[in-house]
């Protein structure tokens, strides 16, 4: 019995203590584990039970989060509804009209959107604040320019809308039957142009909208109408990233609380792509004459067919964990491995970070770094 309550004494986190104080046998040998030097086997945990690792990956969850929300912020100051529950911004009539062309909901929907992210991060910061830890705030780094376009506000931002890179392979991604990218399969990009090169999804300035004509019919030239296309693709982007990273961080929580938050918010990143899988496939077909960006008809030669078709927006099943296993409609990537990591490089490559700090970077790296280690 010695020799076992001193193996209790030796464990070095919540979960091999316990798996060490069960296989003692009982409730007795936990207790003298409990109180064996003094000091709670649960004195890794931050005060209020959170494991070291569960507020890691509550934090970098709740720093992606205030980058989504900076981003969604300056989308619906230009593009969304205004109103108490999303406020800045007045809005930008020709960019509204283009975003319309993809949907006339979409105002709602980016005001909508807007406001989910805003609850994501408040209520992660809070939960963590109610279990003793710290929450995440990246004021000191909102050092970006607003776009000078009318309607938006002229405030400092986290993220970048004006020189994005948009990895469109989400859309391919979700429509084969064979590959995953757990596998380390690779995807055929929706949009090739978008995936190269750096274009704006937000007005810049006023210049951006030079040619539009409101009305019931209003005249939207084709590089106003690129602007809102990138956006529209930029959207499906964005939020089939969150609706890999909850499922991918949930494996690796030890709370079943924690693990609630996850498998509570994720989904609803995963209702927001899904809208937005939708949208991006009425983006009309065009090329931008400003800058040779193409927007091509996905519906016909070379592009149409099971990968491309614009109706095809639930996911095709495919191979999970092993291929002796039979094909299943998932959610993908989901690897936990490197998760934290993969969307702050995901989330660099798209651009949306040109022009921050050396210490941001330095910073989200650290809380990736942290989430990825628990
Ligand atoms: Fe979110
Ligand atoms: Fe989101």
Redesign the pocket.
């Known amino acids: 019995m010695e020799h076992k309550v001193q193996q209790s004494k030796d464990a070095t986190s919540r979960r091999s203590f316990l798996r060490k104080g069960l296989a003692v046998g009982g409730a007795g040998a936990i207790g003298a584990g409990l109180l064996a030097n003094g000091v709670p086997a649960f004195a890794e945990e931050e005060s209020g039970g959170l494991t070291p690792g569960d507020a890691a990956i509550l934090r970098f969850l709740s720093a992606a989060?205030i980058l989504?929300t900076d981003l969604w912020q300056q989308y619906n100051e230009l593009g969304g509804i205004q109103d108490s529950e999303v406020p800045g911004g007045s809005g930008i009539p020709g960019y509204i009209a283009a975003l319309q062309v993809l949907d006339g909901d979409m105002p709602q929907y980016i005001h909508d959107n807007t406001e989910?992210?805003f609850t994501?991060f408040t209520f992660i910061n809070a939960y963590l604040v109610s279990k003793g830890g710290d929450p995440v705030n990246l004021d000191r780094f909102r050092t970006l320019p607003s776009s000078k376009a009318t309607g938006a506000q002229q405030i400092g931002r986290l993220t970048n809308l004006m020189q994005l890179t948009v990895d469109t392979s989400w859309w391919t991604r979700y429509r084969s039957r064979t590959q995953n990218p757990d596998f380390g399969d690779t995807f055929a990009q929706a949009i090739p142009g978008l995936s190269k090169g750096q274009f704006p999804a937000i007005p810049r300035s006023d210049a951006d909208l030079k040619g539009f004509k409101p009305g019931n019919h209003p005249t939207i030239p084709d590089h106003l109408q690129a602007i809102a296309n990138t956006a529209g693709f930029h959207f499906g982007f964005i939020e089939q990233g969150?609706t890999s990273l909850y499922p991918s961080l949930a494996q690796r929580v030890t709370n079943p609380e924690v693990l609630r938050i996850l498998l509570s918010?994720g989904p609803t990143?995963t209702m927001h792509f899904q809208t937005w899988h939708d949208k991006a496939g009425n983006a009309p077909a065009l090329t931008d004459p400003t800058n040779g960006l193409v927007f091509p008809d996905l519906n016909a030669s070379p592009f149409g067919g099971e990968d491309f078709q614009t109706n095809l927006i639930m996911p095709e099943p495919t191979i999970f964990l092993s291929r002796k296993f039979p094909v299943v409609s998932i959610i993908r990537p989901t690897e936990t491995q490197g998760a934290a990591m993969g969307a702050l490089k995901a989330l660099t490559a798209d651009g949306l970070f040109i022009g921050q700090s050396p210490a941001f970077f330095a910073f989200l790296q650290q809380l990736a770094q942290q989430a990825d280690a628990a």
């Open positions: 989060e989504e989910d992210e994501h969150g918010i990143e």
